[in-house]
């Protein structure tokens, strides 16, 4: 018997894990005892000696510590559980597979493809950045990269790094490889439309604002028009809608800051992918704002990303809104602003009345 292709998640419940229904999709199980939060899927495979090896198999991670993954024989190390006396244990009888295979962990190069030919939301006449979200168009134009796709999704890049061939002749031998950051993935925000039912039309008890397709990774959004040896700032979060609000509140130079975004989690991938845009694409780099959440995951982040800067020469801020994050902060400072303006009003209109009486 094979143990990764047993559905892990029903391992899981076994040892107490409950499904939330609300974060999982067709593709994973995101499942927590209350302690450990664990993300479940099935690996596409790997190729060996000519072979695929491994097709179907589950896989998971824990979006709290980027060592905590692979498949069930690492969950059972790492919390020091006998895999055996665990399936013994479960008695699973019933095979049947509830996630589909994924193939978020692999480069598909066709993503970039269909990522290039998504419309930019500037080229558009969808406002649900300004009009739901309450960031500035001004911000929002300097940012041809945001797209849109055919539901009117807001659809960010994620990028990787990935080891691509560079063939400098038509003999192979002179074949090498090289290391680059490529569009391996899509971050949708369903801001107008989020989905509020499974497949099966069972409803959610939240919508769904949020899918991936492709490889997760990091969202880099560089402004129209600035090169990389002009960037010297970056904002950091956990997504590039808390990043355009903090670049809006804090009235940020567009000319040389970056906006990074680890959407929701710090993976292996991104924390690379991140690694690799500090260490070869920017030269000039010397701040780094941390515009995490404000709350014990943010905080988490925070730590993490000091681990990951520590032995590089950068200025690191770390900046908590009052609210919950920096999205939440700006709408709750337009709805105060624009409260503060219609009393204003109130008032001129009321002291103009009383002059000419």
Known sequence: ?????????????????????????????????????????????????????????????????????????????????????????????????????????????????????????????????????????????????????????????????????NTISYDKSKETSIQTLVVSGMNKKLLERPLTKDKNGNVYDKPINSLEKGKAGLTVLIPNNVKLKDITNIITGENSIDNLSYAELNKSNLSNTMLVSFNGSMKSEAIKAFNYLIDKKLPNLKNITAAFDNDIQGNKYDEKLKEIIKDKKLNLNIDKSKSKDWNEELTIFKKDLFSTYNKARSFEKSFTLELEK
């Open 1 to 165: 018997m094979q143990y990764t292709k047993i559905p892990m998640n029903n391992l899981l419940e076994y040892l107490g894990f409950e499904v939330n229904n609300n974060k999982s999709s067709q593709s994973h199980i995101v499942m927590s005892d209350g302690v450990d939060k664990i993300i479940i899927s099935r690996g596409k495979g790997y190729i060996k000696d000519g072979k695929t090896l491994g097709v179907g198999n589950y896989i998971y991670f824990n979006p709290q510590n980027n060592k905590d993954n692979g498949t069930i024989y690492n969950f059972c190390k790492n919390r020091n559980i006998n895999i055996h006396q665990l399936v013994k244990g479960a008695q699973i009888k019933d095979y049947s597979h509830k996630i589909i295979i994924s193939d978020t962990r692999y480069y598909d190069p066709e993503i970039k493809k269909e990522y290039d030919e998504l419309t930019s939301y500037n080229k558009t006449d969808i406002k649900s950045l300004s009009k739901i979200r309450k960031i500035n168009p001004s911000i929002i134009k300097e940012f041809d990269s945001i797209k849109i796709d055919q539901y009117k999704n807001i659809v960010f890049p994620t990028v990787t790094v990935q080891e691509l061939k």
